[in-house]
């Protein structure tokens, strides 16, 4: 068996995006497709003692439509990495396992300069799923040459690597056709997004912020709260809140 997944890459995104990951042996990062605004390819939520606030990599878009995603470039006049950096430390200095997890935001903000949003998204997901254990293999979509819209790319992806099943986000329902997928032998699968809770530093719980709140709130113990905790709830134990 082979099971694949395919995303657009986001920013420092919700430990969803880390469970789909998880799940299978081959993650491919969907760049070579148009890049969109307003969108999670270049935000994400923290969480602040006045609430859940975006936090924004400004991209260059004007005059740019149809721009693919590898093809966005961060606007370099503006000190967005020192902005995020100084917002994470603040908001989450006195979380448990800052300290131990600060490295993460030196080696994000403070020891690299980007130019493009699909690079730092890149890099960022794959050393944060290394920090939680992960060991499936990334590809970036640019290196298969696969064309098609939608679901018909997504299969000539599956082919490419010979994947024998495919995991799907739910979104993808308003387009995928199943039939499809039967007739390339591919089994369809939907990823179920459900989580336990945790503690977080402020305000009621929220599950849909970075995965980066996860990692400074519970530490090493953060890869339970996203596909560890399934473990104990099919060997009968209860420990766990559920979104």
Partial sequence: ????AILQSNYLPW??????????????????????????????????????????VPVNHSNRKGQKIYEAE??????????HYNAFELNYAKTPY?????WILEDL?????????????????ELIAKELGIKTQF?????????????????GICKKLNATHYLSGTAAKN??????????NIKLEYIKYE??????????????????DLIFNCGTKAPYYIWGWREKKEKGVIEYDTL
């Fill in 1 to 4: 068996m082979h099971k694949i």
């Fill in 15 to 56: 430990k969803g995006v880390f469970d789909m990951i998880h799940q299978v042996d081959t993650f491919v990062f969907l760049e070579d497709v148009q890049y969109t605004e307003h969108d999670w390819r270049n935000r994400n939520k923290i969480i602040t003692k006045d609430g859940v606030k975006w936090i924004t």
């Fill in 74 to 83: 961060i606007n370099d006049k503006i000190s967005w990495q020192r902005k």
């Fill in 98 to 102: 800052f300290k131990q997890y600060r």
């Fill in 109 to 125: 903000y403070r020891n690299k300069k980007w130019s493009k949003i699909s690079d730092f998204n890149i890099y960022a997901i």
């Fill in 139 to 155: 590809i970036n979509s640019l290196d298969l040459i696969a064309k098609g819209t939608k679901d018909d790319r997504i299969i």
């Fill in 175 to 184: 387009y995928i056709i199943p039939e499809k997928f039967e007739k390339a």
């Fill in 195 to 212: 989580y336990p809770r945790y503690k977080q530093l402020y305000g009621s719980f929220n599950h849909f912020v970075t995965v980066l």
